[in-house]
């Protein structure tokens, strides 16, 4: 029942701008922070940024501070990551997560590929 669905990747040259996309359903999406992660092959998956359940409060990693902006539409029950001045080391598989505690579990995207190269 509980589905995250990203969207938005692609193929960027250096310096661009990327906006991804996570639709959830399921459950109540405006109870609980949402956050984005990424993975780049052969890597540990990487936590990038978060955003309190009524979007009041975000936080990124030190990588990505300054260039990426976490934003939510509780509304919509969508979630984003507008990516500007990427970067080839941004280039990664990119999901979307949902903590619904140890009782609800945790839920995952299927990921969005999102590719920074000229």
């Known amino acids: 029942q509980v589905q995250l669905v990203e969207s938005g990747g692609g193929l960027v040259q250096p310096g661009g701008s990327l906006r991804l996309s996570c639709t959830a359903s399921g459950f109540t999406f405006s109870n609980y922070a949402m956050r984005w992660y990424r993975q780049a092959p052969g890597k540990e998956r990487e936590w990038v940024a978060i955003?309190?359940?009524?979007?009041?409060?975000?936080n990124y990693v030190d990588s990505v501070k300054g260039r990426f902006t976490i934003s939510r539409d509780n509304a919509k029950n969508t979630v984003y990551l507008q990516m500007n001045s990427l970067k080839p080391e941004d280039t990664a598989v990119y999901f979307c997560?949902?903590?619904?505690?140890?009782?609800?579990?945790?839920?995952w995207g299927q990921g969005t590929q999102v590719t920074v190269s000229s």
């Open positions: 997560n949902a903590d619904l505690s140890r009782r609800y579990g945790v839920y």
């Open positions: 955003i309190t359940s009524t979007g009041g409060n975000t």
